[in-house]
């Protein structure tokens, strides 16, 4: 599975940004999806995960209510829709794919797959 994520740019505070990460290959329904970030001189972190169906859905505290993961297995295309955009948001974000259900307690060892990232910047 090759993953192309984009959508990434600069925004100010407070404004909206929606990634997207389109998938090759024809099992994209069979992955898990999810979005972490890596911040300047941080480690990368989970930010939201989304199951097969997109029934279920998963996001680290500091995102929850404001950032929005789903997913059109039509398309093989994951979205990470970003509201309330916050400074410390800035990072390159990165979409992933796994054989199992990547939540915050995926260790990212584990991740099957990886795109290449796209960087959003908040300015306040």
């Known amino acids: 599975v090759q993953l192309q994520a984009s959508g990434g740019g600069l925004v100010r505070l407070g404004g909206s940004l929606r990634l997207s990460c389109a998938a090759s290959?024809?099992?994209?329904?069979?992955?898990?999806m999810g979005w972490y970030r890596q911040a300047p001189e941080k480690e990368r972190e989970f930010v939201a995960g989304?199951?097969?169906?997109?029934?279920?859905?998963y996001y680290v505290d500091s995102v929850k209510g404001r950032f929005t993961i789903s997913r059109d297995n039509a398309k093989n295309t994951v979205y990470l829709q970003m509201n309330s955009l916050k400074p410390e948001d800035t990072a390159v974000y990165y979409c992933?794919?796994?054989?199992?259900?990547?939540?915050?307690?995926?260790?990212?060892?584990?991740?099957?797959?990886w795109g290449q990232g796209t960087l959003v910047t908040v300015s306040s």
């Open positions: 992933a794919a796994d054989n199992s259900l990547i939540t915050t307690g995926r260790p990212m060892s584990l991740i099957d797959y």
């Open positions: 290959g024809r099992t994209f329904s069979r992955y898990s």
């Open positions: 989304i199951n097969w169906s997109g029934g279920g859905t």
